[in-house]
């Protein structure tokens, strides 16, 4: 089932003068379809290892689908699920619907064939989502693998609409014997897990007959062990024998083991190799991380000190602040004394500034009013300061005593100065 059931992964549209990747592609391609597998598988290789020098995603992609598809030949369907799963990855990344279709396609049978029912539904999601319905083989494997599903579910009259539907659909379109041969052998299948032994002799013998006529000796070998099954389940051991040994000549004839072997040990040192290579740059990479985290932490410790230091410094400026106010608040009371004596003497100053403008106005003299006067120690009034000072008047004005209110006019002869 598997076997005609994979989708082949063709590169695109090749340049006129292809790359060496392509050209490796291609002649694997055709070694493929004489069905020489380890020699399609050595040049599968090297193609990939061209295709991921050169970093050609979609050369990449058709490599992991081809050598996915000749471990699915040689009916290793693990191997194959490994590289469709990778090619369907990296198709996904690169949005290529085309590919990310066959694969899914592809994964879909494996699966079917492993017994893998949860997977197989999960891929033919993915398949039913992407555009099929335009190409005629697609459709034929979107049939395929819903019968498959259904002959895991046990609803075996699903699974053979399905391939009746698929089988109208190679005739009408035209995909050739080899295809109209697949379907019979998955009848054959199909009314095997029936318990319809009869039919489904009746499905493989078409099957190894067409086979047999087109050469496809490994479909044909996949055919006479189904035989070999069905007629051992009927207790026919003369012809479960007969294609017991058929299968093993072919197989023989087909698969150089040797070979096979040396071209998979080749594949595996080249997966060693650029597993070692990512191995290699994700040390690197978290070496640098490594730095760089180290770096940043050095960092955050420093400024988690200096912010705890800040943050000290700013507690002790608001203790001193909080101690400030408190002493504001102690000095405000005397300040308040302060500014009202202030005042008092303000009012004081003013008060005399004003008695001298008074004295001014009432036209005192001069040297009186810048100096102030002396109460007598004898009379303790004005007038006697006035005789203490008397002597010291500028003779000018004694002329005109009489005119000056604070002189005193002489004394007739004869009378003492003091009586009077």
């Given at each position: 089932m598997v076997a005609m059931c994979l989708v082949p992964m063709q590169t695109a549209a090749v340049a006129e003068k292809p790359t060496d990747g392509q050209m490796l592609m291609q002649?694997?391609?055709?070694?493929?379809?004489?069905?020489?597998?380890?020699?399609?598988?050595?040049?599968?290789?090297?193609?990939?290892e061209e295709a991921v020098k050169k970093d050609d995603k979609a050369l990449q992609t058709s490599c992991l689908g081809n050598i996915g598809n000749v471990y699915g030949f040689m009916d290793n369907a693990e191997r194959a699920v490994y590289y469709y799963k990778?090619?369907?990855?990296?198709?996904?990344?690169?949005?290529?619907?085309?590919?990310?279709?066959?694969?899914?396609?592809?994964?879909?049978?494996?699966?079917?064939?492993?017994?893998?029912?949860?997977?197989?539904?999960?891929y033919y999601m993915i398949q039913m989502s992407l555009p099929y319905k335009?190409?005629?083989?697609?459709?034929?494997?979107?049939?395929?693998?819903?019968?498959?599903?259904?002959?895991?579910?046990?609803?075996?009259?699903?699974?053979l609409y399905n391939q009746q539907k698929?089988?109208?659909?190679?005739?009408?379109?035209?995909?050739?014997?080899a295809v109209e041969a697949a379907i019979h052998s998955d009848l054959g299948k199909i009314y095997y897990a029936a318990?319809?032994?009869?039919?489904?002799?009746?499905e493989h013998h078409k099957a190894?007959?067409?086979?047999?006529?087109?050469?496809?000796?490994?479909?044909?070998?996949?055919?006479?062990?189904?035989?070999?099954?069905?007629?051992?389940?009927?207790?026919?051991?003369?012809?479960?024998?007969?294609?017991?040994?058929?299968?093993?000549?072919?197989?023989?004839?087909?698969?150089?083991?040797q070979r096979m072997n040396a071209a998979s040990a080749r594949l595996f040192d080249y997966e060693r190799q650029q597993n070692d290579a990512t191995i290699s740059?994700?040390?690197?990479?978290?070496?640098?991380?490594?730095?760089?985290?180290?770096?940043?932490?050095?960092?955050?410790?420093?400024?988690?000190?200096?912010?705890?230091?800040?943050?000290?410094r700013n507690r002790r400026l608001l203790e001193t602040q909080r101690i400030l106010v408190k002493k504001n608040e102690e000095l405000l009371p005397n300040d308040t004394e302060n500014h009202e004596?202030?005042?008092?003497?303000?009012?004081?100053?003013?008060?005399?500034?004003?008695n001298a403008a008074s004295i001014k106005e009432e036209g005192l003299p001069t040297a009186q009013r810048h100096r102030p006067l002396r109460q007598h120690h004898h009379t303790g009034n004005l007038h006697g300061a006035w005789l203490q000072n008397r002597h010291r008047i500028h003779p000018g004005f004694q002329e005109n005593q009489r005119h000056d209110p604070f002189t005193i006019p002489k004394a007739e002869e004869g009378t003492d100065r003091c009586t009077r």
């Open positions: 002649r694997g391609n055709r070694y493929l379809n004489y069905e020489q597998y380890s020699e399609a598988l050595s040049l599968y290789t090297k193609a990939l990778k090619g369907l990855e990296i198709s996904q990344k690169e949005n290529n619907t085309i590919q990310q279709l066959k694969f899914a396609l592809n994964l879909t049978a494996c699966d079917c064939m492993l017994g893998d029912l949860q997977n197989a539904k999960k335009a190409d005629p083989l697609m459709r034929y494997y979107a049939y395929c693998n819903a019968s498959g599903i259904a002959k895991l579910e046990g609803n075996y009259d699903v699974a698929a089988l109208q659909l190679a005739k009408d379109s035209n995909l050739g014997n318990g319809k032994y009869n039919k489904a002799i009746d190894y007959d067409i086979f047999g006529s087109i050469k496809y000796r490994n479909q044909e070998a996949l055919v006479c062990r189904d035989l070999y099954v069905v007629y051992h389940k009927l207790g026919n051991m003369k012809l479960a024998t007969f294609y017991k040994n058929r299968y093993l000549t072919l197989n023989d004839s087909i698969f150089d083991h740059r994700l040390s690197n990479r978290n070496i640098y991380l490594g730095c760089t985290a180290g770096i940043f932490l050095m960092l955050s410790l420093s400024v988690a000190y200096l912010y705890a230091r800040l943050r000290q004596l202030r005042r008092q003497y303000i009012d004081v100053i003013d008060k005399q500034k004003n």
